[in-house]
């Protein structure tokens, strides 16, 4: 499947549920929170569509939820500036990282990031658009971070990329309100995904101490519940915004910090 691809009908493979008839394209669907919203809209009635660059991965999920692989490299930016994507939900979710003093952060990575986690948001969502306003129906969720909202030190890409990730989503909501889409953000903290695992050894290498002490003295320091965030908790904020009860939620984002913002 493709941007400009035939749409499957929606709902096929899928169980009944309030998310029925929705079309729902999940973008870093084959791993960490985007494979656990596709499993949970899925569960609701939603038909997913797995936009994944590990195709093998995202093929295996849209097996498993009678949804749609589509391999894609998000970083070909140029590739998708023309088609239509058809869409009643999209997640945007894609993300990387690195960490990085800025004296010694590289400008090649600094770019990436900036393509990635702005750039291909905002051209999915220019893509999803239209057909979105033709149908008066929309739900466009961006996987933010408490990193859109507040800084870290050596994580000027991240932080710098998810700060304009909001205000993308809060100019979308303002262009999508009047015809029936909404756009919001999801603001976890640090989520159990391979991204977080990942960044663990770097932080240590950055910060001359061990693993554990990451976890104990830097990830969760600011936080008052002291554990990470399940991609299962996430998902399941990311259903209610995809649902008719979030009608009138639109350009917010909503923390999931464990307590981390409230400082």
């Not at 994507?85 to 990575?109: H, K, T």
């Not at 057909?131 to 739900?139: L, P, S, T, V």
């Not at 015809?179 to 932080?203: F, I, K, M």
């Amino acid at each position: 499947m493709g941007p400009d691809g035939v749409a499957a009908q929606p709902g096929a493979g899928s169980s009944a549920g309030p998310l029925e008839g929705r079309r729902a394209v999940i973008t870093g669907g084959a791993s960490g929170i985007g494979a656990a919203c596709a499993r949970t809209l899925a569960g609701l009635g939603a038909y997913v569509v797995v936009a994944d660059r590990d195709g093998d991965g995202a093929a295996a999920l849209a097996d498993e939820l009678g949804g749609e692989a589509w391999a894609v490299d998000l970083l070909d930016t140029t590739a998708l500036e023309e088609p239509a994507l058809e869409a009643d939900i999209l997640v945007n979710n894609a993300g990387i990282q690195v960490v990085s003093p800025i004296e010694d952060f590289g400008p090649a990575d600094f770019r990436r990031i900036q393509k990635l986690m702005v750039e291909a948001p905002f051209l999915l969502i220019r893509a999803a658009l239209p057909g979105m306003y033709e149908r008066g129906y929309g739900r466009i969720i961006n996987i933010s971070s408490v990193h859109g909202l507040r800084a870290s030190p050596y994580k000027s890409a991240y932080v710098t990329a998810k700060h304009g990730l909001e205000g993308l989503s809060k100019v979308t909501a303002l262009e999508g309100g009047a015809h029936g889409v909404t756009s919001n953000c999801v603001n976890p903290g640090y989520v159990r995904t391979p991204l977080v695992e990942n960044q663990l050894a770097d932080q240590a290498r950055v910060h001359g101490i061990t693993e554990e002490q990451v976890l104990s003295q830097i990830m969760l320091t600011e936080s008052a519940i002291k554990r990470l965030v399940e991609p299962a908790e996430v998902a399941s904020l990311v259903a209610w915004l995809a649902g008719d009860d979030a009608g009138m939620v639109t350009g917010s984002s909503y923390v999931m910090d464990g307590g981390w913002s409230a400082r």
